[in-house]
């Protein structure tokens, strides 16, 4: 049976490439909301993250401009789970619910929307979408990207991995797998695919 509308969440772990699939979806024409961009939205000044916040952390974790200093609260929530607890208890309804209506006013003109989630399972958003993509890659190659990318030691490259929920779990909820080992071209081509298969449960993609 066919659906008319249809949400699809692309997830994996740091370093597989979900910005990649992402990218390329958009410049095949497609929506695709950025859960990490609604997060870091979430923390401007004046907002319902940035009270909430306050609220858990309150305003020694501000800089000089009276913005939240990101860096503090990692360091506050890396080896404290409470306070992770409570700042993802926090934030997180405030987040979901701005990714729900940014999905909610694009399916009024689109017929399929994509969400780029790398928390999809474990904020359970994966039971608001249809279908989900996991993107994976050979943990040697994910270290060496996270490394290069954001010039860190492969210890805590390995740490930052380790510290997600692992891949294999996350395998669990696919519907689709993408492995990104190859070229850009192999990881374009399984995309399209996807793409067709999406297209046989829709009406119009």
């Not at 929530?77 to 999905?103: C, G, T, W, Y």
Request: proline letters at 1%.
């Amino acid at each position: 049976m066919k659906q008319n509308k249809m949400i699809i969440g692309i997830t994996g772990s740091i370093g597989t490439g979900k910005s990649t699939v992402s990218n390329y979806l958009i410049s095949k024409g497609y929506s695709v909301v950025d859960a990490d961009k609604i997060s870091k939205g979430a923390y401007n000044i004046g907002s319902n993250g940035y009270k909430a916040i306050l609220e858990v952390f309150g305003e020694e974790i501000l800089n000089s401009n009276g913005e939240v200093d990101r860096k503090k609260i990692k360091k506050i929530v890396f080896d404290n789970s409470n306070m992770l607890q409570r700042l993802n208890m926090a934030i997180h309804p405030i987040i979901i619910n701005e990714i729900e209506k940014e999905i909610e006013i694009l399916l009024e003109s689109q017929n399929v929307v994509f969400l780029d989630a790398p928390l999809l399972i474990e904020t359970e958003l994966h039971k608001k979408v249809n279908k989900i993509i996991v993107v994976i890659c050979d943990k040697n190659e994910q270290i060496n990207r996270i490394i290069k990318r954001d010039k860190i030691t492969a210890d805590m490259a390995i740490s930052i991995i380790n510290s997600q929920m692992s891949i294999d779990e996350k395998l669990k909820f696919a519907d689709y797998i993408v492995y990104n080992n190859s070229t850009i071209e192999n990881l374009y081509s399984q995309v399209d695919e996807i793409i067709l298969e999406i297209k046989k449960e829709i009406s119009d993609v």
